[in-house]
């Protein structure tokens, strides 16, 4: 789909790799501010990756923010939506849908073992439409971006397409619609109050972190309270959790491009580089050296 050129200019692609799932990537600019009205015939789950610009969206009187580096996971029944577009800002943006039959499949694989009832209709409620939105995890941007790429060099299949838009579905599902930080019930409010303040600890002092004996003592807690406390609260180990924040913020400084490889790995904590860059690896599935590479390039074409 091309739009006319007096108006604006861009493509828009439509990809259904299986068919209860579809996959638009938009890429477009208006040389002026533009008004787009868009109804629903069906009630649909959408998950949309806003990768540049922002537009604004009215639906049921209700305003809200696309805006670039988000997630957005959408319940839609059936409505109207008015989007709002800024002339000569350029719109980047992935988008995921899959039908009420779909989503709530997979709801009963995912949470049904645990009780948890998680079906289009308990998250809508009586609402016709219901938004979450979190700033884009660095995982599911290397995804996106891998989407991109292979899609316009026209080297992905559609199982691959599909593989990459159910993962990002189910992170995103989790994410949202699972609590991921449930307070374990045999911790008081005292207990819990100290294992976020070593939460926070560990991500304040990530390039020198305490040992798990040293932040037992800092907070107050005993060692076996501080570990089986922040496995429930976070799902993960006490230094599990650093190095997942250690990446994360490797991920951001490395796409920033102001830092090299060396630089990025000694902020974060580690001493040894190659043990850096294969843990990087093990985590998002490319050398950072191929991000930093990759930021480089980008740089030079806005240039």
Do not use: W
């Not at 604004?56 to 997630?71: D, F, N, P, R, V």
């Not at 250690?246 to 991920?251: G, L, T, V």
């Amino acid at each position: 789909m091309t739009f006319q050129s007096n108006i604006k200019e861009g493509t828009i692609h439509r990809l259904i790799p299986r068919s209860d799932l579809e996959v638009v990537i938009s890429d477009y600019a208006f040389y002026q501010n533009y008004q787009m009205q868009m109804s629903t015939k069906h009630p649909m789950v959408e998950l949309s990756f806003c990768m540049q610009g922002a537009r604004g969206i009215l639906i049921s009187g209700l305003e809200h923010e696309m805006a670039s580096g988000t997630c957005s996971l959408q319940f839609i029944e059936q409505v109207v939506a008015n989007f709002s577009f800024h002339k000569n800002e350029c719109y980047k943006m992935v988008g995921i849908g899959i039908p009420v039959s779909t989503f709530n499949h997979f709801m009963q694989e995912t949470g049904g073992g645990r009780g948890i009832v998680n079906e289009f209709s308990h998250v809508i409620g009586k609402k016709s439409y219901r938004i979450f939105q979190e700033k884009m995890e660095p995982s599911a941007s290397i995804i996106v971006k891998q989407m991109l790429d292979a899609v316009d060099s026209k080297h992905m299949t559609n199982l691959e397409l599909e593989c990459c838009a159910l993962q990002l579905l189910s992170m995103t599902f989790r994410s949202f619609l699972f609590d991921k930080s449930p307070r374990p019930s045999e911790f008081s409010k005292s207990d819990i109050s100290k294992i976020k303040l070593a939460q926070s600890m560990i991500i304040e002092h990530m390039i020198d972190p305490p040992t798990l004996m040293e932040l037992s003592r800092s907070i107050g807690l005993n060692d076996f309270k501080l570990k089986k406390g922040f496995k429930e609260m976070f799902g993960t180990t006490v230094f599990g959790y650093l190095r997942e924040k250690r990446m994360e913020k490797a991920y951001l400084l490395l796409q920033e491009g102001k830092m090299n490889v060396n630089e990025v790995c000694s902020q974060v904590g580690y001493a040894n580089p190659s043990y850096f860059a294969q843990t990087f690896k093990d985590k998002y599935g490319i050398n950072p050296s191929q991000l930093v590479r990759g930021q480089r390039l980008v740089g030079d074409i806005d240039g």
